[in-house]
């Protein structure tokens, strides 16, 4: 860590980046923010990074001014707005964090600790699900990453990784420039989703040999899932998007394509989890498990459609 913590025992050379767009989560952006600037030690800054949103930005310069904020310059979207906070972070390290995510105690501390080793250009953090009501009894684990959560499969200890997820990231600001930030003509734009955050670990993970990313399970944030993200129609849509975002990622990365991780998830993961729920359901007395393995045939079978009509497009 002493490479890490050059800029004193009480504060990280880092910069956190909070990309919002809307005051409907204000409560939550808020919590975002004040999480950011409660890790000890401190990040130098918290920059949050506006879309398009007038309202918005002069409520945050009224109310939270020990915060930097500033506006997306380029087009809408998350893309767009995360690189917009990064131009202004003048720190070796960028951590982004979503506005509807909060940080835990420690977060940025362990979040840092791999830079340690030259050869780390990323890391990125476990995200737990917080539901504003009940977790729906049919959600499998397996495709907690549906609500922007660490799922079944992923690796319990610190560890290599091919991607980690923006809402809970830091990157090396040099590489992060070097390959252009996130993709601007890529990403989330209102309600629709895309891998930005993925194909963004992957170009900078390929921008020279040896780079990698490091997933830190303590480097834990939770996420906020709304009750419209709870219903088997949110769940089947975000599949959908995924295997479509995924065939259209592979085609911007050209050379640089790698989908072996979703191969492996649906060699190993998928399976486990279906056998798993499908010898509960035949032990137990409750429908529960039996409905955790139908939406796992059926989130896979949306993300297949997905990635079928991307390729038809392309094609």
């Given at each position: 860590?002493s490479a890490?913590?050059g800029?004193g025992?009480n504060t990280?050379?880092v910069?956190?980046?909070?990309?919002?767009?809307?005051?409907e989560r204000?409560?939550?952006?808020?919590?975002?923010?004040?999480?950011a600037l409660?890790?000890?030690?401190a990040?130098?800054r918290?920059i949050v990074?506006?879309d398009?949103n007038?309202?918005?930005r002069e409520r945050l310069a009224?109310?939270?001014?020990?915060?930097?904020v500033v506006?997306?310059e380029g087009?809408?979207g998350?893309?767009g707005?995360r690189?917009?906070?990064?131009r202004?972070?003048?720190t070796?390290?960028?951590a982004f964090l979503?506005?509807?995510?909060?940080a835990?105690a420690?977060?940025?501390?362990q979040?840092l600790?791999p830079f340690?080793?030259?050869?780390?250009?990323g890391t990125?953090g476990?995200?737990?699900p917080?539901?504003?009501?009940?977790?729906?009894?049919?959600?499998?684990?397996e495709?907690?990453?549906v609500?922007?959560?660490?799922?079944?499969?992923m690796?319990?200890?610190?560890a290599?990784?091919r991607n980690?997820w923006s809402?809970?990231m830091a990157?090396?600001?040099d590489v992060f420039?070097?390959?252009?930030?996130?993709r601007?003509?890529?990403?989330?734009?209102g309600?629709?989703?895309?891998p930005?955050d993925?194909?963004?670990c992957?170009r900078m993970g390929?921008?020279a040999?040896g780079?990698?990313?490091?997933?830190v399970?303590?480097?834990l944030v939770g996420?906020?899932?709304?009750?419209?993200?709870?219903t088997?129609?949110f769940?089947?849509r975000?599949?959908?998007w995924?295997?479509?975002?995924?065939?259209e990622?592979?085609?911007?990365?050209?050379?640089?394509r790698?989908?072996?991780s979703e191969s492996e998830?649906?060699?190993k993961?998928?399976?486990?989890g279906?056998?798993?729920?499908?010898?509960?359901a035949?032990t137990?007395?409750?429908?529960?498990p039996?409905?955790?393995a139908a939406?796992i045939l059926a989130?896979?079978?949306?993300?297949?459609l997905?990635a079928?009509v991307?390729?038809?497009?392309?094609?």
């Amino acid at each position: 860590m002493s490479a890490v913590n050059g800029h004193g025992a009480n504060t990280l050379p880092v910069s956190v980046v909070i990309a919002c767009h809307t005051q409907e989560r204000w409560s939550s952006l808020v919590r975002a923010i004040e999480s950011a600037l409660a890790q000890r030690p401190a990040p130098l800054r918290v920059i949050v990074a506006v879309d398009h949103n007038v309202a918005l930005r002069e409520r945050l310069a009224r109310e939270l001014p020990q915060v930097t904020v500033v506006d997306n310059e380029g087009s809408s979207g998350a893309s767009g707005t995360r690189n917009s906070g990064a131009r202004h972070a003048d720190t070796p390290y960028i951590a982004f964090l979503d506005d509807d995510a909060h940080a835990r105690a420690g977060w940025l501390e362990q979040l840092l600790a791999p830079f340690a080793r030259e050869d780390v250009v990323g890391t990125g953090g476990r995200v737990d699900p917080e539901w504003a009501s009940a977790r729906p009894r049919w959600f499998p684990d397996e495709f907690a990453w549906v609500v922007g959560a660490s799922y079944t499969g992923m690796p319990e200890m610190t560890a290599p990784v091919r991607n980690v997820w923006s809402e809970n990231m830091a990157v090396r600001r040099d590489v992060f420039e070097e390959v252009g930030g996130f993709r601007a003509d890529f990403g989330k734009v209102g309600h629709t989703s895309r891998p930005e955050d993925t194909d963004l670990c992957i170009r900078m993970g390929a921008s020279a040999p040896g780079r990698r990313w490091v997933y830190v399970p303590a480097a834990l944030v939770g996420h906020h899932v709304p009750p419209e993200r709870c219903t088997r129609g949110f769940f089947l849509r975000r599949s959908f998007w995924e295997g479509q975002g995924k065939i259209e990622m592979s085609r911007h990365l050209a050379h640089e394509r790698d989908l072996g991780s979703e191969s492996e998830y649906l060699r190993k993961t998928i399976p486990a989890g279906l056998a798993r729920n499908l010898r509960a359901a035949a032990t137990e007395r409750s429908g529960e498990p039996a409905e955790r393995a139908a939406a796992i045939l059926a989130g896979t079978a949306a993300a297949g459609l997905g990635a079928a009509v991307a390729l038809v497009r392309r094609a």
